[in-house]
């Protein structure tokens, strides 16, 4: 229980909500809504809106609930988050084989088979990268150039011509580590090829220049869509 007998009804409401929010989140994810808390926990919407003005304030609240519960606060620089990832909720929608992630099994094309006209792709997705038993991660690097090799072959299917399997054969690794650099490893055994700040700048044209959107441009567009091009390490 969040709150003592001696808490105001209001503090009392308050953290029945959040309990139930807790809850709705747990079973739901990122896709929880402010309305689906206000229905499960039998309130009405403007009655939520009035406790918790907004979803980032029911969240945050949330938060430090945790946090009273556990009783302590270790203040860190940085935080490794490492429970795991979870394919988006909509790929629950199709009707497919899935992996553990909730990855949609995929063919060569990215085509999801047992679903006539379903491309899936980046997190959405489990393909082969190679034909020696390596698949794509939920990462960047491999969701950029799934993209390009997905809606090339969802538009030459529809046009009935050739699709481009999609094979992804180099796979790196770019960790920063704050005030001592980073590393940069190539390869699916991580070999170490870049430490300190030769790293740190690998890092950085990564998240500014190798990963970003391209130009607002036709021919930049075009360019940055061509499969065979996209994230070739
Ligand atoms: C905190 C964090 C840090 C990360 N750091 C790294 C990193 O350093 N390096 C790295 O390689 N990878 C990193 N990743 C992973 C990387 O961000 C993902 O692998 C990549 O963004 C996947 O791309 P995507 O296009 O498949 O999905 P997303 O980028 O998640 O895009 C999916 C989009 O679909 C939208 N969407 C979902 N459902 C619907 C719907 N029903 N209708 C309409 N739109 C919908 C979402 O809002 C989203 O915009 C990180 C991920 C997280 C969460």
Known sequence: MIVSRSSSLRDRVAAGILEVAATVLAERGEAASM??????????????????????????????????????????ATVIWAAGMRAAPLTAQIPAERDNFGRLIVDRDLRVPSVPGVFATGDAARAACDDLGNYALMSCQHATRMGAF???????????????????????????????GAIFTRGWDRKVELVGAAAKKTKQDINTVWIYPPRAERAAALASADPEHVTDL
């Open 150 to 180: 997905a809606g090339n072959n969802a538009a030459a299917e529809l046009m009935g011509v050739p699709t481009k399997p999609y094979h992804q054969k180099a796979y790196a690794t770019c960790l920063d580590l704050g005030a001592a």
């Open 35 to 76: 309305a689906d808390v206000a229905d499960t926990a039998g309130v009405g919407r403007a009655t939520l809106y009035r406790y918790f003005p907004s979803r980032e304030a029911l969240l945050r609240a949330l938060a430090d609930v945790a946090l009273d519960d556990l009783g302590e606060r270790i203040e860190s």
